[in-house]
């Protein structure tokens, strides 16, 4: 059972990288057959894992049709980054005040894996690299349960369909961002945070930008 929940687990897992780094388009019809060979399970694993992407939002199932990559519209993923922006650039305050030395470490570490891939990385390690450092970004914070929901926002619309990082320049933008962040931390200056907060997830709503 515990072998059967894993691998469910990571078909899922693995599947929902390819949506998020744009391996499959949003209305991209997901054929079970297909994705049982690509993933190397079975179609019964492959037909519960996009049930669970249907209730993470990145999948939509149509009746006696099947799967497709959900495709949110452009409302939806302006309330989205609008959420997100709020409860992000509320946690400045809380980062700066309780991350120790070797979290700011860390921080400063993804922010530099994250430039070094925005010259010399693959999209998928952009993204990876990316999400790592928000993650890092948001470790310190004393309320958990925000975090969590911060996180399964991000997933509700998936990374390719915002069109971001369609210009190396957008790329290198987010990038000088990420810096930002770590030094209005290292002055202890929540007000900056929370700016760079607000400022790095809106211009998610423009194609030409990331957050």
Same mark, same amino acid.
């Given at each position: 059972m515990t072998h059967r929940k894993s691998a469910l687990v990571q078909v899922a897992n693995r599947l929902a990288m390819d949506i998020n780094t744009g391996e499959f388009q949003p209305g991209t019809w997901l054929k079970q057959v297909e994705l049982a060979e690509r993933y190397q399970c079975t179609r019964s694993e492959v037909r519960r894992a996009l049930d669970q992407l249907v209730i993470e939002r990145l999948v939509q199932h149509v009746p006696n049709r099947g799967y497709h990559v959900y495709t949110p519209n452009e409302q939806q993923r302006r309330n989205i980054s609008a959420i997100r922006a709020v @409860?992000?650039? *509320? !946690?400045? *305050?809380?980062?700066?005040?309780?991350?120790?030395?070797?979290?700011?470490?860390?921080?400063?570490?993804?922010?530099?894996?994250?430039?070094? =891939?925005?010259?010399?990385?693959?999209?998928?390690?952009? =993204?990876? !690299?990316?999400?790592?450092?928000?993650? #890092?970004? @948001?470790? /310190?914070?004393?309320?958990?349960?925000?975090?969590?929901?911060?996180?399964?926002?991000?997933?509700?619309? /998936? !990374? *390719?369909?915002?069109?971001?990082?369609?210009?190396? #320049?957008?790329?290198?933008?987010?990038?000088?961002?990420?810096? #930002?962040?770590?030094?209005?931390?290292?002055?202890?200056?929540? !007000? *900056?945070?929370?700016?760079?907060?607000?400022?790095?997830?809106?211009?998610?709503?423009?194609? $030409? $930008?990331?957050?």
């Amino acid at each position: 059972m515990t072998h059967r929940k894993s691998a469910l687990v990571q078909v899922a897992n693995r599947l929902a990288m390819d949506i998020n780094t744009g391996e499959f388009q949003p209305g991209t019809w997901l054929k079970q057959v297909e994705l049982a060979e690509r993933y190397q399970c079975t179609r019964s694993e492959v037909r519960r894992a996009l049930d669970q992407l249907v209730i993470e939002r990145l999948v939509q199932h149509v009746p006696n049709r099947g799967y497709h990559v959900y495709t949110p519209n452009e409302q939806q993923r302006r309330n989205i980054s609008a959420i997100r922006a709020v @409860l992000e650039s *509320a !946690s400045a *305050a809380d980062i700066v005040e309780h991350i120790q030395p070797h979290q700011l470490d860390a921080l400063r570490q993804c922010a530099e894996l994250f430039d070094h =891939y925005t010259q010399y990385g693959s999209l998928l390690q952009q =993204y990876e !690299s990316n999400l790592a450092f928000h993650r #890092a970004l @948001l470790t /310190p914070c004393s309320n958990q349960d925000m975090i969590e929901l911060i996180f399964e926002l991000r997933s509700r619309v /998936p !990374s *390719a369909a915002l069109g971001q990082w369609n210009s190396h #320049a957008r790329i290198v933008q987010s990038s000088e961002e990420h810096f #930002a962040m770590v030094a209005a931390i290292e002055q202890k200056d929540a !007000s *900056a945070l929370a700016q760079l907060l607000r400022q790095h997830i809106l211009q998610e709503d423009n194609p $030409r $930008r990331h957050g």
